[in-house]
C-alpha cells in the first residue's frame, strides 16, 4: 500500500510560479511509476507529466516547456515546477502512483487527496 499526499498548491497570478510536492510512504514507492494530473470542474482528468522509477519524462502537449517533474527518491518524493502559469492551468492537481508505468495513462493504483492551483488573469 502506498499513501500519496500533496501540498503545495495555491492562488498565484498569470506568469507566476508554483512547486508542487508529491510525499509517498513506503520504501517501494522509489520503483514506481509517478505522475501528475489534473482536472478542472466539468472537464475530464488531464495527465500533464510523468517520470518513470528510472528518471524519464514526458509532458503532455499543454505544458510542455513550463513544466517540469522530478523525483527525490532518497526523500520519496516527486516534484512538479509549474512556471508561466496560465488561468487555463486552473485545476485540483493530483499525483498519481502505479508499479506499471502505462496504468498512469488510463487508472493509477495511487492517488493523492488533490491539491488546489488557482491562476488569476
Known amino acids: 500500500q502506498v499513501q500519496l499526499v500533496e501540498s503545495g498548491g495555491g492562488l498565484v497570478q498569470a506568469g507566476e510560479s508554483l512547486r508542487l510536492s508529491c510525499a509517498g510512504s513506503?520504501?517501494?514507492?522509489?520503483?514506481?511509476?509517478v505522475g501528475w494530473s489534473r482536472q478542472a470542474p466539468g472537464n475530464q482528468r488531464e495527465l500533464v507529466a510523468v517520470i518513470t522509477s528510472g528518471g524519464s519524462t514526458n509532458y503532455g502537449d499543454s505544458v510542455k516547456g513550463r513544466f517540469t517533474i522530478s523525483r527525490d527518491n532518497a526523500k520519496n518524493t516527486v516534484y512538479l515546477q509549474m512556471n508561466m502559469l496560465k488561468p487555463e492551468d486552473t485545476a485540483v492537481y493530483y499525483c498519481n502512483a502505479d508499479p506499471i508505468f502505462e496504468r498512469l495513462h488510463s487508472r493509477p493504483r495511487y492517488w493523492g487527496q488533490g491539491t488546489q492551483v488557482t491562476v488569476s488573469s
Open positions: 513506503g520504501s517501494i514507492f522509489s520503483i514506481y511509476a
